[in-house]
């Protein structure tokens, strides 16, 4: 994308990669300028709807057409080969012919312009929508993402941008202060001023980049908090962002589970602790919040359930729902923001703590979408793989790209020798008598993991390192399980006291049928004690297998 001056000359175009990073500035706007930037967000929706469908009907008739399939059936070929080049034409020639190509869906958004819709949406925003909408449809095309959905009204775009700064946003500068948003010619939206010591620094530093040139377009964001939308100037500014946080040296591995992580830096004690935990007390929040939801649904809709109490297959018509039900749903549309909010900051603090360990952030290459299946609450609320996006920006960022080794390496299965043995997830310690060991099953993965250096295309585990690096460990800081983590101790049971059971989960259908037959199974016991007062014997396994042996005998 290129980068313009105000004036409206253009310049150079920047390299492709360049880095680039963005600054957010909240704006003051007063209630008509609210409902007038709202009026626009609903109208730049419908347009962006409006390509959506255009496109996924051009991309349908590409594939209807029998070029296509014939195109299809060329030879691939070698990279940059004729055969590649030859089928790679086919293929333009079809969208071509059908107008599926990005300066089509730029072309058909800009003829969207008419009447109330010009203006509310001006140009570059309609031609940004478009590209937005062609790109979504181009990824389905292709089959790397699912079906791009049409937004809905109630929710909004989240966000509105220009292509540059010729565009309708840019910042309004008043004696190297930025004191307003011009968005169109008649609409100036005020800046609400900084309210900490910290910000009107980074605003200082923002308006100093801005002043310098470096603004190479703006947004709108949307945001709903409680009810309320608010809105912000958001900058994206051309070279990397100030680094605020020291960089350590050295090699720092992590091992990353659904709920927690374990890390061994080089130079420091390992440690391990909980991934995210502002959002514990959320979730227990979340959860009720949930299920007060399902109990108004079931009040007000028991249609929409069958006699075994599941939800009936197809679309929900949940037509009379009260208020109290919408006060619900708007109470854990908030729940789920101040969540994202916490676990945001956590991550991000997280993540500067290791970059100070060490610069060498590594950790094993693992696809996080597929543990939903197995632990999808602790997914949801800890979003580990969003940790370790963000873990990749910040080392791209300060020059050292996070290294992400192949998983098949199982360093949890492998021990200080070389030997592997398999281990269910439920045993939790790597015990080896030969080679003196009683560690955490995470750490000394974490550990194994500082010695995977990659050799041409494979990664490779220096196990003689390793063993050096373990004794150097076992000097420095003392014995190996305090180290790598000691096994945990159970804290003491009072005699007479049972310990707590505490149900995570509400019991789902076929435990509440087991449920029920034990506890009737105790009714008829209780029916059939006797009544005179005598005691009934103790039930052994002596007695059992006796009992057993004269059933099978009668």
């Known amino acids: ?102 300066e089509a869906a730029l072309s058909y958004g800009s003829s969207l312009r008419k009447s109330f819709m010009r203006q509310q949406v001006f140009a570059q925003e309609a031609q940004e929508l478009a590209a937005r909408a062609f790109d979504a449809t181009w990824m389905w095309h292709l089959g790397k993402r699912g079906k791009p959905h049409p937004k809905r009204v109630r929710d909004g775009l989240h966000s509105l941008s220009c292509k540059d700064m010729t565009g309708s946003m840019k910042p309004v500068m008043k004696d190297g202060k930025i004191t307003s948003l011009q968005w169109s010619r008649a609409t100036h939206i005020a800046v609400s001023k900084p309210r900490t010591r910290d910000g009107q620094i980074e605003r200082e530093r923002i308006e100093a980049l801005v002043a310098d040139d470096k603004l190479l377009y703006c947004r709108v964001v949307f945001e709903q908090v409680r009810g309320r939308v608010l809105l912000y100037l958001q900058l994206v500014l051309d070279g990397r962002a100030a680094v605020r946080h020291e960089v350590g040296s050295g090699k720092v591995c992590f091992d990353l589970g659904p709920s927690s992580i374990h890390v061994v830096p080089e130079h420091a004690p390992a440690f391990h602790e909980v991934l995210a935990p502002s959002v514990e007390d959320k979730a227990r929040e979340l959860r009720r919040e949930l299920r007060h939801l399902d109990r108004q649904h079931r009040a007000g809709s028991p249609e929409c359930f ?50 100070a360990v060490g610069n060498d952030l590594r950790c094993e290459g693992l696809d996080y979408r597929s543990w939903q299946k197995n632990w999808p609450h602790s ?19 300060i020059g050292h790209p996070l290294y992400e080794y192949n998983p098949r390496l199982a360093l949890s299965q492998t021990c200080i020798g070389g030997e592997r043995k398999k281990k269910p997830l439920s045993e939790r310690r790597h015990v080896c ?101 005598t005691t009934i014997p103790a039930v052994t396994d002596s007695t059992v297998a006796g009992s057993l042996t004269a059933s099978e005998a009668a």
């Open 433 to 533: 008598e030969e080679h003196n060991l009683d560690v955490d099953r995470d750490l000394f993965s974490a550990f194994l993991g500082l010695h995977v250096e990659p050799v041409g295309s494979n990664d490779v585990l220096d196990l003689v390192g390793a063993r050096a690096a373990l004794q150097e460990r076992a000097s420095a800081f003392g014995p190996q399980r305090q180290d790598l983590g000691a096994r945990p101790e159970r804290a003491p049971v009072c005699d007479g006291e049972k310990p707590r059971v505490r149900r995570r989960h509400p019991p789902g259908r076929r435990s509440l049928v087991r449920i029920r037959k034990r506890l009737a199974s105790k009714r008829s016991d209780r029916a059939v004690r006797p009544e005179d007062g």
């Open 379 to 397: 997914i949801r609320d800890r979003a580990p793989g969003a940790f370790v996006e963000k873990a990749r920006r910040r080392g791209k960022a």
């Open 306 to 355: 069958d006699k075994a109490g599941c939800h009936v297959k197809g679309r929900c018509y949940w037509k009379e729902r009260s208020k109290a039900a919408g006060a619900t749903k708007r109470k854990i549309a908030e729940t789920y923001r101040t969540m994202a909010k916490g676990r945001d900051r956590d991550h991000g603090n997280l993540v500067n703590r290791l970059y």
């Open 1 to 102: 994308m290129g980068r313009y001056k105000t004036a409206g000359t253009r310049k150079r175009k920047r390299e492709r990669g360049a880095p680039a990073h963005i600054a957010n500035i909240p704006l003051d706007p007063t209630p008509a300028e609210l409902a007038l930037s709202l009026t626009r967000n609903r109208a730049e929706l419908r347009l962006y709807n409006a390509v959506l469908a255009e496109a996924k009907k051009r991309s349908r008739a590409v594939k209807a057409d029998p070029a296509w399939e014939q195109a299809r059936k060329m030879r691939k070929g070698k990279p940059r080969s004729g055969e590649r080049v030859r089928r790679a034409s086919a293929f333009q020639a079809v969208r071509d012919a059908h107008g599926f190509t990005r």
